[in-house]
Every structure is written in C-alpha cells, then in structure tokens.
C-alpha cells in the first residue's frame, strides 16, 4: 500500500476522439487560410498592411492636431506660441542672464531654430512613448498594425514644426536673415530628422507598452539631452573654451539631436558657417536615420502580437 500511494501520477492521454477533433480543426483553418488572432505577420507584410492604411495614419495625425488645442480659446495658435515663449525664457536664463548670447552672431535666429528643432524630437518621443499604453481602448478594440500609432503621432508633430516654421521664417526676415539657396537644405535635414524621430518614437512606443512609468521619466531624460544638444549655445565655441577631452567633443558633436540642430543653422542662417559643423555632418545624420529609423521599426515589429494584451 506504501507503494502505491507514493506512486506519482500518470498523465492521461486526450481521448483520441478529442485528438481527432483537433486535428481536423488545424486541418480546416489551413484549408481556409485561417491563422491565429494576434499573429505577427511578416515583416514585409507588415510593411504592406501599414502602406495600405497610409491615408487612416494622416487623417489620425491631423485630427490629432486639431483637436489637441480644442479646448483653449487661441486654439491653434499655441502651436506656434509654446516653442516661441519657451525660446523667449531660454534667452531670458542663458542669453541674457549667462551670456551664452556673447560671440555667437544672431542669437535670436541661433536660439529659435534649436528650440523649435529640439521640440520635434522632444515631442516625437514623448507622443511616441505613451503611442501604446495611452490608446489600449483602440488597440484592444481594432485590428491594426500597431506601428501606424507613433508613426501618425511623429506626422502629427511634424505637421506641428511646419506652423513652427512659417513663424521661424518670419523671426529670420525680421534679423535681416538673407533667403539663399542653403533653405533648400532645409528639406533633406527635416527628411533624416522625421525618420530618426520616427524610430526613437517606436522603440519608447514598445518600452512604454511594457513599462508605464517610462513616462513619468522620459522628461528628466529628455532635459537632460537639450542641454548637452546645443539648443541654447554653441557647441564648437564651448568645447574650445572649457578644453574638453577629445572624446567628450566628438560625442557631443555627434549627438543625434545637436547634428540636426546643426543642419537646420547651418541652413538657414548666413552666418552660421561649415567650419561650425563637425566633420562629415551630413553622413552622420544619414547614419542616425538609418540605424535608429530601421532599428527602430524592427524592435516595435518584433513584440507586435503583445500590444494589448495584459
């Protein structure tokens, strides 16, 4: 009897009836094309599905726009206003308070355009970060390719800059800024900024679906990389001044954000010249674009069917 009561338990078999019935329903979903609820797809099937709901991702983003400033009585015109009075206190604290604003020719061109650079990839990343966990009702609810969330949320900043823009213009005509042919370098800059802001938003779109509180953190982080990016004074002048090591200089020059700040300077400003820029500047930010844009897409890709759920 000894024996017998510690005599572990076997397993039972399925009743092969039970067997059966399965096997014919995997038999009967194959037949039909039919795959499990959720399922990744590939990737250049993802990439499909997304290109098929293009127009969905724009008219997400501009509806967005339009209704993020809905209920204040100025309505759109805080988009242009809130880079504008943020540009006014930095040039209150750095320019006019620490003199960051001494040997750097047309500051107030010089700052704006930071700011206003700066605020695509702050905001890109912050929209991006919450892409997930903030609209788990339409996640949970549509079948979708969930990327087309941060995506349409960097559209939607973007769409923002070019209010941004229109006033940056006016700022520049008003310092007697010349209109010369390097606005047209203009387009390329934005184009490599868009795809890298793109990438950062889905890879804070996938830690912020698992990791809530990453939101909570990311404006510390995000602070912290406008002071060493460049937005409130020069990069080049302030590593010769302070003789930084080598390689402090070299990562700050190459920080994603400040080669971005630097093309747009670079230009739209006259005097704003390439000796200020580091060293092939332009491979750089193709380099960025590339690593973080791709990179990006694919790590948000690869945790697709976990969207939602939990």
Known sequence: MSQALHTPPQSTPPPSGVRQAGDDLTALAVRYG?????ARPSLPAYIGQLWARRHFITAFATAKLTAQYSQAKLGQVWQVMTPLLNAAVYYFIFGVLLGTKQHVPDYIPF?????FIWTFTQSSIMAGTRAIAGN??????????????????????????MFSMAALIVILLCFGIPVTASWLLVIPALVLQFVFNTGMAMIMARMGASTPDIAQLMPFLLRTWMYVSGVMWSLGKLSKKDHLPHVVTVMLETNPAAVYIDLMRFALIDSYHSDQLPAHVWPIAAAWALVVGVGGFIYF??????????
């Not at 039919?34 to 959720?38: A, F, Q, Y």
């Not at 700052?111 to 700011?115: A, F, N, R």
């Not at 890709?301 to 939990?310: C, H, M, Q, V």
């Open 301 to 310: 890709w690869k945790a697709e069917e976990t969207y939602g759920r939990g």
């Open 111 to 115: 700052l704006v355009t930071g700011v």
């Open 136 to 161: 788990l009702g339409l996640v949970r609810a549509l079948h979708f390719p969930r990327a087309a969330l941060p995506i349409s949320f960097c559209i939607q900043q973007l769409q923002q800059l």
């Open 34 to 38: 039919l795959s499990v609820s959720g």
